[in-house]
């Protein structure tokens, strides 16, 4: 029996208790319990992933689970195979079932699993408006929380990375270390790993540094709508048209969110803090190349400055109240 009374739900990087809890009843009336095989799967997406198998004393974990899946309990108390598992990624949603067999007696039960941030939080890397590299430690932290966004932890950055990100700009972290995500390693993107795939790792800075932020926003609660206008606007064209249609230009991070829920635009619109981007799932060669992303106009052709305010483009406006973000 899996004891719940719903859904659950935790952060992306953080760690989750699973309980299972046993009845075992011995084979016979002068027998003690025969010791119990205990599975545990996760099913998603119609495939089913064996995560572990115990018996007694001796847990088998499969290998893409190795420091990360664990039962508490078990080997001393083999009627609590709980299962922990830690640094949640998005690939962590679905149906996780318990199965314990008992000689010829066999019986599951099933939880569903959905954390609210596996499904919709998503870490981005943000720059200041004016340069690469321009934030102190608590400028970075207040430039997360100006943009409806905090400043993702370690852990997130690491999850982020095990589901496919990279980004070859060294980023504060909350912890006051210095990171970046690296898939394929290349000149300038090297760190500390000797040329192999991982999070480079700076190690905690002088909070004076400069460098770009990692941000981290989950759910926002709201929609964000991408209405076509009978022409491009200004930034404060922007905002009145936002404001004339009961809504507010979107943050960096509403956007964010809005993309990791599916939104895919490939006509650029201005954004709150004065940036102009465009979410896109399904990658093609004119909405910015081959990776999916929210992807960033610059002012320069090093990636810097943000668009002057009088240059017109689209609009994405923000609309709170809803659980559910759509477009239109």
């Given at each position: 029996?899996?004891p719940?009374?719903?859904p ?22 002068s027998s003690?319990?025969?010791?119990p ?21 001796r ?7 190795r ?17 922990v598992l830690?640094?949640?990624r998005h ?15 066999d ?6 699993v959905?954390?609210v941030s ?7 890397h943000?720059r ?5 590299y321009?934030f ?24 982020a990375?095990h589901?496919?990100y990279?980004q070859?700009?060294?980023g ?13 390693p ?6 500390d790993?000797?040329?192999q795939?991982g ?6 800075m002088?909070?004076?540094?400069l ?8 759910e ?7 209405d076509?206008?009978?022409q491009?606007?200004?930034f ?14 979107a ?13 895919d635009?490939?006509?650029p619109?201005w ?10 799932r399904n ?7 081959p ?10 052709s090093?990636?810097?400055?943000f668009?002057?305010?009088?240059s017109?483009?689209d609009?994405f406006?923000?609309?709170g ?5 759509v477009?239109?």
């Amino acid at each position: 029996n899996i004891p719940h009374s719903g859904p659950v739900f935790a952060p992306l990087g953080s760690s989750i208790s699973i309980p299972c809890l046993l009845s075992l009843s011995p084979t016979s009336s002068s027998s003690a319990p025969l010791v119990p095989r205990v599975k545990w799967t996760m099913v998603s997406g119609g495939k089913e992933t064996h995560i572990l198998v115990a018996r007694g004393q001796r847990v088998k974990i499969n290998e893409d689970y190795r420091d990360r899946a664990a039962l508490l309990n078990y080997t001393s108390f083999p009627q609590d195979p709980t299962l922990v598992l830690g640094d949640l990624r998005h690939g962590d949603s679905g149906f996780y079932r318990c199965q314990v067999q008992q000689g010829l007696e066999d019986t599951s039960d099933m939880l569903t699993v959905c954390w609210v941030s596996v499904c919709s939080g998503v870490v981005f890397h943000y720059r200041d408006a004016s340069d690469r590299y321009a934030f102190s430690f608590q400028q970075a932290q207040r430039a997360c929380e100006a943009i409806g966004a905090q400043m993702a932890t370690p852990e997130q950055l690491l999850a982020a990375y095990h589901d496919g990100y990279e980004q070859c700009d060294a980023g504060w972290l909350a912890d006051q270390s210095v990171r970046y995500p690296i898939q394929v390693p290349r000149e300038g993107c090297y760190g500390d790993m000797d040329g192999q795939p991982g999070v480079r790792n700076y190690g905690m800075m002088d909070p004076d540094s400069l460098y770009d932020v990692y941000c981290y926003t989950e759910e926002t609660g709201g929609e964000v709508l991408h209405d076509g206008v009978p022409q491009q606007l200004s930034f404060h064209e922007a905002q009145a048209f936002c404001r004339a249609a009961g809504a507010r230009l979107a943050t960096t991070a509403q956007l964010y969110a809005a993309w990791s829920q599916g939104l895919d635009r490939c006509s650029p619109g201005w954004l709150a803090d004065g940036s102009v981007r465009y979410p896109i799932r399904n990658p093609r060669e004119r909405c910015g190349g081959p990776q999916p992303g929210v992807k960033t106009l610059y002012r320069f052709s090093n990636q810097t400055g943000f668009p002057e305010p009088s240059s017109l483009h689209d609009v994405f406006c923000f609309r709170g109240g809803f659980r559910k973000t759509v477009s239109v």
